[in-house]
Protein backbone atom coordinates (compact mmCIF):
# COMPACT_ATOMS: atom_id res chain seq x y z
CA UNK A 1 0.00 0.00 0.00
CA UNK A 2 1.40 3.46 -0.81
CA UNK A 3 1.72 6.20 1.35
CA UNK A 4 2.54 9.73 0.80
CA UNK A 5 4.87 11.89 3.00
CA UNK A 6 4.44 15.83 1.78
CA UNK A 7 6.98 18.44 2.66
CA UNK A 8 6.51 22.06 2.54
CA UNK A 9 9.56 24.31 3.55
CA UNK A 10 10.26 27.59 4.33
CA UNK A 11 12.55 30.37 3.13
CA UNK A 12 14.98 27.46 2.89
CA UNK A 13 19.02 27.67 2.04
CA UNK A 14 19.32 24.18 1.48
CA UNK A 15 22.97 24.75 2.50
CA UNK A 16 22.49 21.80 4.82
CA UNK A 17 19.09 19.13 5.15
CA UNK A 18 16.09 20.42 6.60
CA UNK A 19 14.68 18.75 9.29
CA UNK A 20 10.93 18.21 8.70
CA UNK A 21 8.72 17.16 11.79
CA UNK A 22 5.34 14.86 10.85
CA UNK A 23 3.95 14.65 13.96
CA UNK A 24 3.08 11.55 13.73
CA UNK A 25 5.13 8.33 13.53
CA UNK A 26 5.67 6.86 9.85
CA UNK A 27 6.67 3.15 9.54
CA UNK A 28 8.46 2.78 5.97
CA UNK A 29 8.37 -1.11 5.06
CA UNK A 30 11.69 -2.86 4.93
CA UNK A 31 12.83 -3.53 0.95
CA UNK A 32 10.19 -1.27 0.12
CA UNK A 33 10.29 2.01 -2.38
CA UNK A 34 10.71 5.22 -2.32
CA UNK A 35 10.16 8.13 -5.80
CA UNK A 36 9.85 11.93 -5.63
CA UNK A 37 6.26 12.13 -7.52
CA UNK A 38 5.73 16.45 -6.85
CA UNK A 39 8.00 19.50 -6.71
CA UNK A 40 6.70 23.24 -6.46
CA UNK A 41 9.06 25.78 -5.92
CA UNK A 42 9.50 29.49 -5.82
CA UNK A 43 12.98 30.99 -6.40
CA UNK A 44 15.18 33.36 -8.31
CA UNK A 45 16.99 31.89 -10.49
CA UNK A 46 19.88 34.53 -10.41
CA UNK A 47 20.46 34.01 -6.84
CA UNK A 48 21.13 29.66 -7.46
CA UNK A 49 23.84 31.28 -10.39
CA UNK A 50 25.15 28.51 -13.38
CA UNK A 51 27.85 26.73 -12.76
CA UNK A 52 30.21 26.70 -15.30
CA UNK A 53 32.19 23.65 -15.86
CA UNK A 54 35.99 23.83 -17.19
CA UNK A 55 35.84 25.40 -20.55
CA UNK A 56 39.13 25.01 -22.82
CA UNK A 57 39.65 27.22 -26.13
CA UNK A 58 42.21 27.90 -28.69
CA UNK A 59 42.88 31.54 -29.15
CA UNK A 60 45.04 32.25 -32.60
CA UNK A 61 46.40 35.69 -32.28
CA UNK A 62 47.50 35.76 -35.66
CA UNK A 63 46.95 33.18 -37.87
CA UNK A 64 47.91 35.00 -41.01
CA UNK A 65 50.05 32.57 -43.40
CA UNK A 66 52.85 34.79 -43.07
CA UNK A 67 53.05 35.16 -39.28
CA UNK A 68 50.99 31.75 -38.59
CA UNK A 69 51.30 32.03 -34.66
CA UNK A 70 51.06 28.79 -32.80
CA UNK A 71 47.34 28.96 -30.96
CA UNK A 72 47.07 29.50 -26.87
CA UNK A 73 45.07 27.66 -24.57
CA UNK A 74 42.96 29.44 -22.43
CA UNK A 75 40.79 27.61 -19.73
CA UNK A 76 38.10 29.16 -17.64
CA UNK A 77 37.56 27.21 -14.53
CA UNK A 78 35.19 25.75 -12.82
CA UNK A 79 32.67 28.33 -11.61
CA UNK A 80 29.04 29.43 -10.16
CA UNK A 81 28.64 32.74 -11.90
CA UNK A 82 25.57 34.98 -10.37
CA UNK A 83 25.46 37.39 -13.36
CA UNK A 84 26.89 37.91 -16.84
CA UNK A 85 29.10 40.72 -16.02
CA UNK A 86 31.79 38.72 -13.51
CA UNK A 87 31.58 36.16 -16.40
CA UNK A 88 32.53 38.39 -18.81
CA UNK A 89 35.50 39.96 -16.22
CA UNK A 90 36.73 36.61 -16.13
CA UNK A 91 36.95 35.90 -19.60
CA UNK A 92 38.46 39.31 -20.63
CA UNK A 93 41.15 38.52 -17.77
CA UNK A 94 42.17 34.98 -18.66
CA UNK A 95 41.84 35.77 -22.99
CA UNK A 96 44.19 38.62 -21.85
CA UNK A 97 46.46 36.55 -19.57
CA UNK A 98 46.81 33.94 -22.36
CA UNK A 99 49.04 36.13 -24.71
CA UNK A 100 51.71 38.62 -24.00
CA UNK A 101 53.80 41.13 -26.45
CA UNK A 102 56.99 39.04 -26.00
CA UNK A 103 56.33 35.30 -26.22
CA UNK A 104 59.66 33.77 -26.84
CA UNK A 105 58.37 30.58 -28.78
CA UNK A 106 57.34 32.91 -31.60
CA UNK A 107 60.28 31.96 -32.93
CA UNK A 108 60.77 35.62 -35.91
CA UNK A 109 57.75 37.06 -34.36
CA UNK A 110 58.60 37.44 -30.50
CA UNK A 111 57.01 40.70 -30.82
CA UNK A 112 54.06 39.99 -33.07
CA UNK A 113 51.31 40.52 -30.07
CA UNK A 114 52.75 43.47 -28.87
CA UNK A 115 50.11 46.23 -28.27
CA UNK A 116 47.43 43.43 -28.61
CA UNK A 117 44.32 43.70 -26.11
CA UNK A 118 41.23 41.84 -26.02
CA UNK A 119 37.81 42.98 -24.46
CA UNK A 120 34.19 41.76 -24.61
CA UNK A 121 31.00 43.34 -24.84
CA UNK A 122 27.86 41.30 -23.35
CA UNK A 123 24.76 41.95 -22.20
CA UNK A 124 21.93 40.16 -21.17
CA UNK A 125 19.50 39.80 -23.78
CA UNK A 126 21.82 41.27 -26.36
CA UNK A 127 24.02 39.44 -28.87
CA UNK A 128 27.86 39.32 -27.56
CA UNK A 129 30.68 41.14 -29.43
CA UNK A 130 34.52 39.49 -28.94
CA UNK A 131 36.64 42.76 -30.01
CA UNK A 132 40.54 41.92 -30.44
CA UNK A 133 42.40 45.74 -30.43
CA UNK A 134 45.62 46.65 -32.04
CA UNK A 135 48.11 49.87 -30.42
CA UNK A 136 51.20 51.15 -31.82
CA UNK A 137 54.41 51.38 -30.01
CA UNK A 138 55.59 55.39 -30.02
CA UNK A 139 57.84 57.35 -28.36
CA UNK A 140 57.82 58.59 -24.18
CA UNK A 141 56.99 62.40 -24.20
CA UNK A 142 60.71 62.99 -22.72
CA UNK A 143 61.02 66.46 -24.68
CA UNK A 144 58.70 67.84 -22.36
CA UNK A 145 60.28 67.76 -19.75
CA UNK A 146 64.24 68.39 -21.31
CA UNK A 147 62.41 72.35 -21.83
CA UNK A 148 61.71 72.41 -18.05
CA UNK A 149 63.98 75.33 -17.12
CA UNK A 150 64.41 73.59 -13.91
CA UNK A 151 65.95 70.11 -15.59
CA UNK A 152 69.64 71.18 -16.97
CA UNK A 153 69.44 68.10 -19.41
CA UNK A 154 70.09 67.71 -23.12
CA UNK A 155 70.41 64.63 -25.57
CA UNK A 156 74.07 64.32 -27.01
CA UNK A 157 74.94 62.49 -30.44
CA UNK A 158 74.36 58.96 -28.69
CA UNK A 159 71.06 60.25 -27.76
CA UNK A 160 71.94 59.79 -24.48
CA UNK A 161 71.09 62.63 -21.47
CA UNK A 162 73.59 64.66 -20.17
CA UNK A 163 73.62 67.29 -17.66
CA UNK A 164 75.81 70.32 -16.68
CA UNK A 165 75.10 69.64 -13.69
CA UNK A 166 74.27 66.72 -10.70
CA UNK A 167 70.89 65.21 -11.83
CA UNK A 168 68.55 63.99 -8.35
CA UNK A 169 65.44 63.82 -10.36
CA UNK A 170 62.46 61.73 -10.93
CA UNK A 171 60.61 61.95 -14.05
CA UNK A 172 56.98 60.41 -14.37
CA UNK A 173 57.15 59.93 -18.10
CA UNK A 174 53.47 59.43 -19.08
CA UNK A 175 50.57 61.96 -19.19
CA UNK A 176 48.64 58.60 -20.07
CA UNK A 177 49.12 55.31 -18.56
CA UNK A 178 50.12 52.34 -20.71
CA UNK A 179 46.93 50.64 -22.67
CA UNK A 180 45.63 47.56 -21.08
CA UNK A 181 45.45 44.06 -22.07
CA UNK A 182 47.90 40.88 -22.64
CA UNK A 183 50.16 43.30 -25.21
CA UNK A 184 51.21 46.11 -22.71
CA UNK A 185 54.99 47.10 -23.73
CA UNK A 186 57.85 49.60 -22.29
CA UNK A 187 60.76 49.47 -23.84
CA UNK A 188 64.11 51.19 -22.80
CA UNK A 189 67.98 50.95 -22.88
CA UNK A 190 70.19 50.62 -20.19
CA UNK A 191 73.94 51.34 -20.35
CA UNK A 192 77.09 50.31 -17.79
CA UNK A 193 78.34 53.23 -16.21
CA UNK A 194 81.36 52.74 -14.39
CA UNK A 195 81.75 56.32 -13.17
CA UNK A 196 83.15 55.89 -9.45
CA UNK A 197 80.19 57.78 -8.26
CA UNK A 198 77.39 57.16 -6.00
CA UNK A 199 74.37 57.13 -8.57
CA UNK A 200 71.38 55.57 -9.46
CA UNK A 201 69.54 55.15 -13.04
CA UNK A 202 65.46 53.34 -12.60
CA UNK A 203 62.83 52.94 -14.74
CA UNK A 204 60.07 52.31 -12.66
CA UNK A 205 55.96 50.72 -13.68
CA UNK A 206 53.74 52.48 -11.00
CA UNK A 207 50.29 51.20 -9.79
CA UNK A 208 48.01 54.13 -8.31
CA UNK A 209 47.89 52.46 -5.39
CA UNK A 210 51.25 53.06 -4.65
CA UNK A 211 52.33 49.00 -5.49
CA UNK A 212 55.63 49.16 -8.51
CA UNK A 213 58.17 47.22 -9.95
CA UNK A 214 61.83 48.57 -11.17
CA UNK A 215 65.02 47.61 -12.63
CA UNK A 216 67.70 49.58 -10.94
CA UNK A 217 71.66 49.85 -12.21
CA UNK A 218 73.39 51.73 -8.88
CA UNK A 219 76.87 52.44 -8.45
CA UNK A 220 78.49 53.05 -4.79
CA UNK A 221 81.68 55.11 -5.13
CA UNK A 222 84.68 54.00 -3.46
CA UNK A 223 88.46 54.61 -3.54
CA UNK A 224 89.28 52.58 -6.53
CA UNK A 225 86.52 51.84 -8.70
CA UNK A 226 82.60 51.52 -7.73
CA UNK A 227 80.48 48.98 -6.75
CA UNK A 228 77.38 48.34 -9.17
CA UNK A 229 74.43 46.75 -7.77
CA UNK A 230 71.85 46.19 -10.82
CA UNK A 231 68.20 44.62 -8.97
CA UNK A 232 64.83 44.43 -9.58
CA UNK A 233 62.48 45.55 -7.18
CA UNK A 234 58.89 44.81 -5.96
CA UNK A 235 56.59 46.33 -3.89
CA UNK A 236 53.11 44.77 -3.42
CA UNK A 237 50.43 44.77 -0.53
CA UNK A 238 53.21 46.87 1.26
CA UNK A 239 55.91 44.32 0.84
CA UNK A 240 59.23 45.36 -0.64
CA UNK A 241 61.61 42.54 -2.24
CA UNK A 242 64.74 42.85 -4.15
CA UNK A 243 66.11 40.49 -7.09
CA UNK A 244 69.59 40.43 -8.14
CA UNK A 245 69.72 40.03 -11.79
CA UNK A 246 71.85 37.25 -12.40
CA UNK A 247 75.48 37.40 -13.12
CA UNK A 248 75.26 34.39 -15.50
CA UNK A 249 73.41 36.06 -17.84
CA UNK A 250 74.92 39.58 -18.02
CA UNK A 251 78.34 38.89 -16.55
CA UNK A 252 78.32 42.32 -15.61
CA UNK A 253 79.38 41.61 -11.99
CA UNK A 254 82.14 40.08 -12.95
CA UNK A 255 83.60 42.26 -15.62
CA UNK A 256 82.81 45.35 -13.36
CA UNK A 257 82.80 44.18 -9.56
CA UNK A 258 85.50 41.60 -9.91
CA UNK A 259 87.47 42.62 -13.05
CA UNK A 260 87.22 46.18 -12.49
CA UNK A 261 86.71 46.29 -16.32
CA UNK A 262 83.89 47.20 -18.89
CA UNK A 263 81.70 43.65 -20.05
CA UNK A 264 83.46 42.85 -23.00
CA UNK A 265 81.61 39.87 -23.77
CA UNK A 266 77.89 38.59 -23.35
CA UNK A 267 74.51 40.49 -24.30
CA UNK A 268 75.54 43.99 -22.80
CA UNK A 269 79.03 44.56 -23.89
CA UNK A 270 80.18 47.57 -24.82
CA UNK A 271 79.08 48.09 -28.90
CA UNK A 272 77.67 50.27 -30.38
CA UNK A 273 74.81 48.24 -31.25
CA UNK A 274 74.11 47.75 -27.28
CA UNK A 275 74.28 51.16 -26.77
CA UNK A 276 71.81 52.30 -29.57
CA UNK A 277 69.37 49.08 -30.31
CA UNK A 278 69.52 46.81 -27.67
CA UNK A 279 66.51 47.58 -25.30
CA UNK A 280 64.92 45.77 -22.01
CA UNK A 281 61.24 45.38 -22.17
CA UNK A 282 58.32 45.24 -19.49
CA UNK A 283 55.24 42.96 -20.00
CA UNK A 284 53.14 41.08 -18.57
CA UNK A 285 53.16 37.10 -18.70
CA UNK A 286 50.14 34.75 -17.00
CA UNK A 287 49.41 37.83 -15.14
CA UNK A 288 52.93 39.24 -14.03
CA UNK A 289 55.41 42.09 -14.69
CA UNK A 290 58.00 40.22 -16.22
CA UNK A 291 61.72 41.87 -18.08
CA UNK A 292 62.68 40.40 -21.69
CA UNK A 293 66.38 42.03 -23.01
CA UNK A 294 67.22 42.29 -26.79
CA UNK A 295 70.45 41.71 -27.94
CA UNK A 296 70.90 44.00 -30.82
CA UNK A 297 74.64 42.29 -31.59
CA UNK A 298 73.11 39.03 -31.94
CA UNK A 299 69.51 39.92 -32.59
CA UNK A 300 68.10 37.56 -29.73
CA UNK A 301 65.77 37.90 -27.32
CA UNK A 302 66.74 36.68 -23.77
CA UNK A 303 64.02 36.07 -20.99
CA UNK A 304 65.73 38.00 -17.66
CA UNK A 305 63.40 38.35 -15.05
CA UNK A 306 59.83 36.53 -14.73
CA UNK A 307 56.98 36.61 -12.04
CA UNK A 308 57.51 40.00 -10.80
CA UNK A 309 54.49 42.32 -9.93
CA UNK A 310 51.20 41.29 -10.33
CA UNK A 311 49.48 42.61 -13.76
CA UNK A 312 45.59 43.56 -13.68
CA UNK A 313 44.56 44.46 -17.16
CA UNK A 314 42.01 46.91 -15.21
CA UNK A 315 44.65 49.35 -13.73
CA UNK A 316 46.38 52.29 -15.20
CA UNK A 317 49.89 51.61 -14.83
CA UNK A 318 52.73 54.50 -15.35
CA UNK A 319 55.95 55.07 -15.89
CA UNK A 320 58.43 56.76 -13.74
CA UNK A 321 62.40 57.44 -14.44
CA UNK A 322 64.85 58.49 -11.71
CA UNK A 323 68.47 59.49 -12.43
CA UNK A 324 70.50 60.39 -9.49
CA UNK A 325 73.95 61.35 -8.96
CA UNK A 326 74.83 61.90 -12.56
CA UNK A 327 76.64 64.72 -14.91
CA UNK A 328 77.85 63.41 -18.25
CA UNK A 329 76.40 60.55 -20.67
CA UNK A 330 73.78 59.50 -18.46
CA UNK A 331 72.69 56.10 -19.20
CA UNK A 332 69.24 56.67 -20.42
CA UNK A 333 68.95 56.35 -24.64
CA UNK A 334 66.00 58.55 -25.56
CA UNK A 335 65.20 56.97 -28.90
CA UNK A 336 64.37 53.76 -27.01
CA UNK A 337 62.07 54.94 -24.78
CA UNK A 338 59.21 53.93 -26.23
CA UNK A 339 55.88 52.03 -24.96
CA UNK A 340 52.20 51.55 -25.82
CA UNK A 341 49.39 54.11 -24.90
CA UNK A 342 46.64 55.03 -26.50
CA UNK A 343 47.31 55.49 -30.40
CA UNK A 344 45.74 52.74 -32.44
CA UNK A 345 48.45 50.70 -34.88
CA UNK A 346 48.60 51.65 -38.47
CA UNK A 347 50.18 48.89 -40.87
CA UNK A 348 48.89 45.74 -39.36
CA UNK A 349 48.89 42.25 -40.67
CA UNK A 350 46.86 39.76 -38.60
CA UNK A 351 43.79 37.22 -39.09
CA UNK A 352 42.52 36.06 -35.35
CA UNK A 353 39.97 33.56 -34.73
CA UNK A 354 38.63 31.57 -31.67
CA UNK A 355 38.17 27.87 -31.28
CA UNK A 356 35.49 27.04 -28.94
CA UNK A 357 35.14 23.14 -29.88
CA UNK A 358 33.92 21.03 -26.39
CA UNK A 359 32.87 24.41 -24.87
CA UNK A 360 29.01 24.07 -24.62
CA UNK A 361 28.27 26.29 -22.00
CA UNK A 362 30.09 29.16 -23.27
CA UNK A 363 28.48 28.66 -27.00
CA UNK A 364 25.18 28.60 -25.11
CA UNK A 365 25.65 31.79 -22.95
CA UNK A 366 27.04 33.55 -25.20
CA UNK A 367 24.91 32.77 -28.21
CA UNK A 368 28.58 31.86 -30.43
CA UNK A 369 29.57 29.39 -33.13
CA UNK A 370 32.69 26.89 -32.43
CA UNK A 371 34.49 28.39 -34.89
CA UNK A 372 34.79 32.38 -34.26
CA UNK A 373 36.60 34.82 -37.12
CA UNK A 374 37.02 38.08 -35.66
CA UNK A 375 36.75 40.82 -38.87
CA UNK A 376 37.99 42.81 -40.34
CA UNK A 377 41.65 41.11 -40.64
CA UNK A 378 44.47 43.63 -41.08
CA UNK A 379 42.64 45.93 -39.16
CA UNK A 380 43.09 47.78 -35.90
CA UNK A 381 39.38 46.44 -34.42
CA UNK A 382 38.54 43.17 -35.08
CA UNK A 383 35.08 41.90 -34.15
CA UNK A 384 33.09 38.77 -33.74
CA UNK A 385 29.40 39.04 -33.32
CA UNK A 386 27.49 36.35 -31.70
CA UNK A 387 24.47 34.67 -33.39
CA UNK A 388 22.13 34.04 -31.24
CA UNK A 389 20.99 36.59 -27.51
CA UNK A 390 23.08 35.72 -24.51
CA UNK A 391 21.73 33.69 -21.66
CA UNK A 392 23.12 32.96 -18.48
CA UNK A 393 20.71 30.72 -16.89
CA UNK A 394 20.09 28.18 -18.84
CA UNK A 395 17.72 25.40 -17.53
CA UNK A 396 19.54 22.48 -18.83
CA UNK A 397 22.44 23.73 -16.89
CA UNK A 398 20.52 23.24 -13.55
CA UNK A 399 19.80 19.65 -12.43
CA UNK A 400 18.06 19.88 -8.87
CA UNK A 401 19.12 16.59 -6.63
CA UNK A 402 16.81 15.26 -3.85
CA UNK A 403 18.71 14.18 -0.41
CA UNK A 404 17.34 12.49 2.19
CA UNK A 405 18.42 10.89 5.34
CA UNK A 406 17.65 7.21 4.35
CA UNK A 407 19.17 4.71 2.76
CA UNK A 408 19.02 4.91 -1.00
CA UNK A 409 19.94 2.22 -3.73
CA UNK A 410 21.30 5.29 -5.64
CA UNK A 411 25.06 5.24 -7.15
CA UNK A 412 27.53 8.01 -8.53
CA UNK A 413 30.55 7.35 -11.01
CA UNK A 414 32.00 9.61 -13.41
CA UNK A 415 34.44 9.03 -16.59
CA UNK A 416 37.44 10.68 -15.25
CA UNK A 417 37.93 7.90 -13.47
CA UNK A 418 39.54 10.17 -10.64
CA UNK A 419 38.56 9.83 -6.78
CA UNK A 420 35.96 12.05 -6.40
CA UNK A 421 34.26 12.64 -3.21
CA UNK A 422 30.53 12.89 -5.12
CA UNK A 423 30.99 9.39 -6.43
CA UNK A 424 30.28 6.25 -4.90
CA UNK A 425 26.11 5.37 -2.69
CA UNK A 426 24.28 8.72 -2.57
CA UNK A 427 20.81 9.13 -1.04
CA UNK A 428 19.30 10.85 -3.88
CA UNK A 429 15.72 9.67 -4.43
CA UNK A 430 15.78 12.12 -7.75
CA UNK A 431 17.95 13.74 -10.38
CA UNK A 432 15.38 16.18 -12.35
CA UNK A 433 14.87 19.71 -14.17
CA UNK A 434 12.11 21.41 -13.06
CA UNK A 435 9.60 23.53 -15.96
CA UNK A 436 9.45 27.01 -15.64
CA UNK A 437 5.26 27.31 -15.12
CA UNK A 438 4.95 31.29 -14.15
CA UNK A 439 6.44 34.63 -12.69
CA UNK A 440 5.24 35.46 -9.76
CA UNK A 441 4.55 39.86 -10.23
CA UNK A 442 4.33 40.07 -6.60
CA UNK A 443 7.83 38.71 -5.35
CA UNK A 444 9.52 39.19 -9.28
CA UNK A 445 10.66 35.01 -9.05
CA UNK A 446 9.63 32.24 -10.77
CA UNK A 447 7.91 29.58 -10.19
CA UNK A 448 9.12 25.39 -10.85
CA UNK A 449 7.36 22.32 -11.08
CA UNK A 450 8.38 18.54 -11.71
CA UNK A 451 5.59 16.54 -11.53
CA UNK A 452 6.99 13.21 -13.45
CA UNK A 453 4.40 10.99 -15.74
CA UNK A 454 6.20 7.86 -14.40
CA UNK A 455 8.05 8.58 -11.29
CA UNK A 456 11.42 6.21 -10.93
CA UNK A 457 10.87 4.19 -7.80
CA UNK A 458 13.97 3.37 -5.80
CA UNK A 459 15.03 0.46 -3.50
CA UNK A 460 15.14 1.42 0.19
CA UNK A 461 18.52 -0.35 1.68
CA UNK A 462 17.10 -1.67 4.58
CA UNK A 463 15.42 -5.48 5.03
CA UNK A 464 13.87 -4.03 8.34
CA UNK A 465 11.19 -1.45 8.75
CA UNK A 466 12.04 2.26 9.66
CA UNK A 467 9.63 4.10 12.09
CA UNK A 468 10.48 7.94 11.85
CA UNK A 469 8.90 10.90 13.26
CA UNK A 470 10.97 13.04 10.86
CA UNK A 471 13.01 13.60 7.68
CA UNK A 472 15.99 15.04 6.61
CA UNK A 473 15.70 16.62 3.07
CA UNK A 474 17.99 18.70 1.16
CA UNK A 475 17.73 19.94 -2.67
CA UNK A 476 20.59 21.18 -4.41
CA UNK A 477 22.17 21.71 -7.44
CA UNK A 478 23.90 18.55 -8.92
CA UNK A 479 26.01 20.77 -11.37
CA UNK A 480 27.87 22.28 -8.01
CA UNK A 481 26.40 20.55 -5.55
CA UNK A 482 25.53 23.88 -4.24
CA UNK A 483 22.53 24.32 -2.16
CA UNK A 484 20.10 26.95 -3.40
CA UNK A 485 17.79 29.19 -1.66
CA UNK A 486 13.73 29.07 -2.25
CA UNK A 487 11.08 31.48 -0.65
CA UNK A 488 8.97 28.62 -1.20
CA UNK A 489 9.57 24.62 -1.72
CA UNK A 490 6.91 21.39 -1.58
CA UNK A 491 7.16 18.14 -2.42
CA UNK A 492 5.55 14.95 -2.31
CA UNK A 493 7.62 11.43 -1.47
CA UNK A 494 5.67 8.70 -2.37
CA UNK A 495 6.45 5.23 -0.62
CA UNK A 496 5.24 1.91 -1.51
Not at 221 to 237: C, D, G, L, M, R
Not at 384 to 403: D, M, P, R, T, W
Not at 451 to 465: A, F, G, H, Q, V
Amino acid sequence: MAQNLKIILENTNNKVQNNVLFGDTITIKGDSKIALTSFNATFDVSKIGNFISNQSFDFYTNFDPSINLPAVNVVLPDKTYFNIEELNEDMITIINKSFSSFEIGNVGNQLNNLGLTFTLDAQTNGNTSLILEAYKLTDLPINVYLFNPNINLDINDLSYLDSADDVDIELNLTPTPLMKGGGVWLQFNEKFNISNQNSLSMVKIKSPNGDYMSLNYKTTSTAVFPIVEFFVEVKENNVISKVNISNDFYNWNTSINTNKIKPLEGPWKATGETFKNSFFGFYQKNNKWSIVYYDANNDTFIDMFTNGLTYKHTINYTVAKKLTGYKKNIQFNVEQFRGVFSDKATSIVRSSKFDFNNCDSLINIYGISQTALLLPANSQTSTYKGINSIQLYIVENFEIACEVDIKIKNYVGNSSNKINKNNGRKNIIAYFTPEFSLKSLATNVNIYRYEPSNPIYLSIDNKDDIDLNSINIRFYNSYNNEGFKADSLTCVLTNM
